[in-house]
């Protein structure tokens, strides 16, 4: 499963309309080894195309260098179809060099909404995982309920450890 922040989500999602209708794509790097996307990078299409991605191999490798430099590695790898559903085309799946990597599909082949999918690509087998969107502003583990009017049996209102 791909838990990723609604922030990240709406970048990409904003990077996907601004270059439409050519396909967008970029990066979202995180700390190596820790499955968890929270660096995003727009990079751009260098092929300039309504239906293939590829990236500029200058800024490629600046970009991996740098992940490295942050001991960071590329967690989602994603790009955007402009007229077809988000789901890898055979072109996709032979590019796909990052068998650690989801693989972020966004269409925008609707003015008004979209359609966000992710996949695992290895070896040329394409395996779609479901995509759980957080909120970062809300912290999962803080306490979600109050127990207000609640009053245990003794109350220490001076810590005295009695």
Request: proline share 7%; glycine share 4%.
């Amino acid at each position: 499963m791909l838990s990723i922040d609604r922030s990240i989500v709406d970048a990409i999602v904003a990077h996907a309309r601004r270059d439409h209708p050519d396909e967008a794509c970029g990066v979202v790097a995180g700390p190596a080894g820790s499955d968890t996307p929270t660096r995003h990078i727009p990079m751009d299409n260098a092929a300039r195309s309504m239906t293939f991605y590829e990236f500029d191999s200058m800024e490629q490798l600046r970009v991996w260098r740098e992940m490295d430099d942050r001991d960071e590695e590329p967690v989602v790898i994603y790009h955007s179809h402009t007229a077809t559903e988000a789901y890898p085309s055979r072109t996709d799946v032979s590019f796909a060099g990052e068998p650690g990597a989801h693989y972020l599909l966004v269409s925008t082949r609707e003015p008004d909404t979209e359609e966000i999918r992710s996949f695992r690509i290895v070896d040329g087998v394409v395996a779609e995982e479901p995509v759980e969107i957080v909120d970062a502003a809300v912290d999962p583990n803080a306490v979600q309920s109050y127990m207000f009017g609640q009053s245990p049996a003794t109350v220490d209102y001076e810590c005295s450890g009695r």
